[in-house]
């Protein structure tokens, strides 16, 4: 692909991957074959896009820095949209995907809530992100790291710390450590309603030292909530299936 020079733009989060060791590294882990249907969010200057591409045949990115967008399309075997990613309806790329990407970390969340309504179209997806982010995304209960995150994507996905990767293997490095992971949509995730879980986790962990009857407690009481759950526990003693099965019981009780 061009190699003429590209200044990083901060702006877009952009820290391009560079050590070839980890790009193999990712690409093996990622397990590409012939003809999958496989979107790349953010692929920058193509150091996953291209071998990528040479094992897939056709890959879609997409891309929101226009001058990087302008050179991706001068590679016949992409599919270029130039985008938000954050306004791109992901209907639109079909069924079976496989979603992969070094996501800008600044909206690195925003981007996994926004994918949560496609899961079921979704085979799996592969992201770089801060270590700190997937720490939180893959936490069990118990911990500082669990939390609002680990709640609402364990719900819908497997979540799994593949390996770590340090800032030398970009350029310009982040100043943090990176981390891979891998999520994998449930087959039968608990039916709920997504708005009203979202809800009691947020309530929940709102004051997150405190013991859950000071906030859950009183927002149940607002709801009328008949039933039973342990309040005498902080939001991070709490294991997900609970925060799930009390969103079920809650989409039935009547509302203030
Ligand atoms: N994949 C490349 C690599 O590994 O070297 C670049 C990764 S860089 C961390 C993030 C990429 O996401 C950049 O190419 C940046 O322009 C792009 N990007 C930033 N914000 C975006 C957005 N809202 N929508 C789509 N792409 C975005």
């Known amino acids: 692909m061009n190699a003429a020079p590209h200044q990083a733009r901060k ?8 050590d070839h060791g980890v790009i193999d590294a990712i690409v093996r882990a990622i397990a590409p074959r012939a003809g999958e249907n496989m979107v790349e969010i953010g692929p920058g200057l193509a150091a996953m896009t291209q071998p990528l591409v040479e094992r897939l045949g056709r890959l879609t990115v997409v891309e929101l820095d226009r001058d990087l967008a302008a050179r991706l399309r001068q590679h016949a075997q992409l599919t270029v949209v130039e985008a938000d990613v954050l306004k791109v309806d992901f209907a639109q790329f079909g069924e079976s995907l496989r979603i992969v990407g070094n996501l800008p970390y600044n909206i690195s969340s925003p981007i996994l809530f926004h994918l949560l309504p496609y899961a079921d179209r979704v ?3 592969h ?10 995304m893959a936490a069990q209960p118990g ?3 669990y939390g609002r995150l ?4 364990q719900w819908r996905y497997d979540v799994e710390w593949l390996f770590d990767v340090s800032p030398e293997a970009f350029d310009p490095p982040p100043r943090v450590t990176s981390a891979i992971v891998r999520m994998t949509p449930l087959r039968s995730p608990a039916a709920l309603d997504v708005a009203m879980l979202e809800e009691l986790v947020q309530v929940a962990f709102s004051q997150r030292r405190k013991l859950l009857r000071h906030s859950l407690g009183r927002w149940l009481e607002a709801r009328a909530f008949g039933g039973t759950f342990d309040l005498q526990r902080r939001a991070e003693e709490v294991p997900v299936q609970e925060y799930l099965a ?3 019981n809650l989409k039935a009780a009547p509302t203030v």
């Open 11 to 18: 702006r877009f989060g952009q820290n391009f991957l560079t």
């Open 123 to 125: 085979i799996d997806q």
């Open 246 to 248: 009390l969103a079920q």
């Open 150 to 153: 680990s709640v609402m994507l």
């Open 143 to 145: 911990g500082g790291d």
């Open 127 to 136: 992201f770089m992100l801060q270590k700190e982010v997937v720490l939180r």
